[in-house]
């Protein structure tokens, strides 16, 4: 949800950066060609959690320092903002895969369902988002940035599924996942035999 905000969010505020609308419009656009070949790259090569989590962070990272750049610098922060775009729309689509590969085979299309309507409900939001502009002109990007920044590093606890056999059942799902009690974690002996 998060990143579908950031990516929507971002799409949306074009027009009201400084400089030439049409022309911020045409970066934005361009900005999305080379972020999707990226992130092929990274599907094919590289895991998901730590490719997600980098795109997430350069996306984040960025939104949350746009604050930071003297107002006088608005080529810079329009950089800024192209770039946080370039790795928020990378792990938009990194997204998808990822989602899919993690779910096992029998709740797979409900679960990609469901977080795809999470997702809507993201883009839903995400003009909301921009409208907070009007009371700080900095307070989208924090937002978006430290939700980013937050995502990244929670994205960390999902399992991997680079080069792992997708899970079939939802047991084989929790032994990936690590949620099956250990025996030897659980005191199964009685006080009596205990002692």
């Known amino acids: 949800m998060t990143v579908s905000v950031g990516y929507f969010a971002l799409s949306l505020n074009t027009p009201n950066l400084h400089g030439d609308p049409y022309l911020n419009c045409f970066f934005s656009a361009a900005t999305e060609v080379p972020a999707y070949v990226v992130a092929w790259l990274l599907l094919r090569w590289f895991p998901r959690r730590y490719s997600m989590s980098a795109t997430l962070f ?16 608005t080529m810079v922060s329009t950089a ?38 999470g997702s809507r409900l993201g883009s839903i939001i995400s003009p909301y988002f921009i409208y907070l502009g009007t009371y700080d002109k900095y307070l989208p990007y924090f937002l978006m940035g430290s939700l980013t920044i937050l ?25 990936i996942k690590g949620l099956k009690p250990k025996m030897s974690s659980y005191n ?6 205990a002692e």
């Open 58 to 73: 350069l996306g984040g990272v960025l939104l949350f320092f746009i604050h930071l750049v003297p107002p006088s610098l």
């Open 80 to 117: 800024l903002e192209m770039v946080g775009k370039f790795g928020i729309t990378a792990a938009f689509s990194i997204v998808y895969v990822y989602t899919a590969e993690v779910y096992p085979t029998v709740v797979r299309n409900m679960a990609v369902g469901t977080c795809s309507m």
């Open 151 to 175: 995502s990244g590093v929670l994205i960390l606890l999902i399992p991997e599924s680079f080069r792992v056999p997708m899970p079939e059942t939802i047991d084989e799902m929790q032994i």
């Open 188 to 193: 199964l002996q009685s006080p009596a035999e």
